[in-house]
């Protein structure tokens, strides 16, 4: 039983739509984030939510809205989607802060945005 | 601004090698630094973890040196296996939500 699952695996999409990445987690953490990973893999992190409340906001383009229904959901919607918004999208959860053991990061398998 | 500089890019290491990754903070509020694996076509997922009092941790064949006065950490892998190939990030964290990476090594091990 996948413990971080998003969907869909596989997006590519014309400049200009909008999409959604859903993401679910069944390990009952209160955290939970959006990272994204470029074309030279560097990971940063987009936002995180906790108890579905928005805790990190890092600099992203309104175009993108986070949302979470539930602990156990964060979902993600791109508007207006450009060339430089390709790129593969994490979602990941963890129990507490990121501080020591119990602080690990859980990471889905990723959703892969192909903006042409 | 990269929080959390690594080096190398990448490297390749012929099987039964040690392969080591270097990483470097500026940030001293940082006090937990973990190591994560990446393979292709999936996430990254938690390898092992340092905190700052302590200056070494092993496991099996991996192991975190840290040098706290130089703001500096490294991954070592002893006897590396084709297994072994693969993106590792180092990161540091100041005991919140954000966990910063680096920039990732790919690791080549050739049988």
Redesign the interface.
């Known amino acids: 039983d996948t413990a971080v699952s998003q969907t869909p695996k596989y997006l590519v999409t014309q400049m200009g739509n909008d999409k959604s990445i859903k993401c679910e987690q069944n390990l009952g953490h209160d955290t939970m984030y959006w990272y994204k990973q470029d074309s030279k893999k560097f990971l940063k992190i987009m936002f995180s939510y906790n108890n579905k409340e928005l805790i990190i906001n890092e600099t992203v383009p309104n175009r993108f809205s986070p949302k979470s229904p539930d602990k156990a959901h964060l979902n993600l919607h791109i508007n207006s989607l450009e060339l430089g918004d390709s790129a593969v999208y994490f979602c990941a959860s963890s129990q507490e802060r990121i501080a020591g053991e119990t602080g690990e990061l859980f990471f889905g398998e990723g959703s892969r945005l192909t903006v042409l | 601004q990269q929080q959390v500089k690594q080096s190398p890019q990448s490297l390749i290491v012929q099987k039964g090698g040690i392969s080591i990754i270097n990483c470097a903070y500026e940030n001293t509020a940082f ?2 630094f ?1 190591w ?1 694996q ?1 393979f292709p ?6 390898l092992i ?1 340092i ?1 700052p009092d302590v200056s070494e941790k092993k496991e099996g064949r991996f192991t975190i040196s840290f040098n706290k006065s130089a703001k500096q950490f490294s991954l070592h892998i002893m006897d590396s296996q084709p297994g072994d190939s693969a ?1 590792y ?1 180092c990161a540091a ?1 100041k ?7 680096g ?2 090594t ?1 690791v080549t091990v050739r049988a």
């Open positions: 006090d937990y973990p994560y990446q076509g999936k996430g990254p997922a938690l973890a905190r993106t990030f964290s005991g919140d939500y954000k966990l910063s990476f920039a990732g790919t």
